[in-house]
């Protein structure tokens, strides 16, 4: 079975700075990525996904993300953030083709 | 054009009660799904369909039946709440198109089992 480990449960982070959010997934033949974002008090969107074809991902809001197959990895960064970034981000990989397993979430906190 | 929507947004129930979860779907998507979201643990696959008449278990089935009697909704039942099932739970969809796995989701209920 497939799984998504988030390797950081918090990440603080000032207004315009940088930030990268690392996920690793366990190996397998054919990976499909995802990352979601949850606002407070809502469901979840997709920010980018990787399916096939270029490793670096371009999503919305001035996201992107990088696949790496031989670190089976999947960061999401942002060149510089804004107090709206802040959000819970979640990592999922497709298993079986059929559902998405979800790491366990970063929250992006962006102060001034 | 709706997307995916869940009623009710918010339910307190005692435990031992009943209740079921509502979610509808109007983009025609055979693939729909139900999870739990818990802090720190990230979103758990309660059960999920392939198509109407289907259902099948997901990670986290125990104390949960669904039905999708309809192609357009998919019903969450609890048959005898537990606290542990103070969640807020999500509802998604996707198509069924080849190479095509990003899911919908709704906009959550919350429940509380006291």
């Known amino acids: 079975a497939q799984s998504v480990t988030q390797l950081d449960s918090q990440v603080p982070v000032f207004e315009e700075a940088p930030v990268e959010l690392r996920c690793n997934y366990s190996?397998?033949?054919?990976?499909?990525l995802f990352w979601y974002v949850q606002y407070p008090n809502q469901g979840l969107q997709l920010l980018l996904k990787?399916?096939?074809?270029?490793?670096l991902v371009k999503g919305i809001n001035g996201f992107e993300a990088e696949f790496n197959k031989s670190q089976t990895s999947f960061h999401l960064r942002k060149p510089s953030v804004h107090i709206s970034d802040t959000a819970e981000y979640f990592c999922?990989?497709?298993?079986?083709?059929?559902?998405?397993?979800f790491g366990k979430g970063t929250t992006l906190s962006v102060s001034s | 054009n709706a997307g995916v929507t869940q009623t009710p947004k918010f339910r307190v129930l005692k435990t031992g009660q009943s209740m079921t979860l509502l979610c509808a779907q109007d983009?025609?998507?055979?693939?729909m799904y139900w999870y739990r979201q818990d802090p720190g643990m990230g979103l758990r696959l309660i059960h999920y369909?392939?198509?109407?008449?289907?259902?099948a278990k997901g990670e986290v089935p125990d104390g949960y039946n669904v039905s999708r009697l309809k192609k357009q909704n998919f019903l969450l039942g609890l048959e005898s709440a537990a606290p542990s099932q103070t969640s807020v739970y999500f509802c998604?969809?996707?198509?069924?198109?080849?190479?095509?796995?990003?899911?919908?989701f709704g906009p959550g209920t919350r429940l509380t089992v006291t």
């Open positions: 998604a969809s996707r198509p069924w198109t080849a190479g095509s796995y990003e899911q919908y």
């Open positions: 190996s397998s033949v054919s990976v499909y």
């Open positions: 990787y399916l096939s074809g270029s490793t």
């Open positions: 999922a990989v497709v298993q079986a083709g059929t559902a998405l397993i």
């Open positions: 983009m025609n998507h055979e693939y």
């Open positions: 369909s392939v198509g109407e008449g289907t259902t």
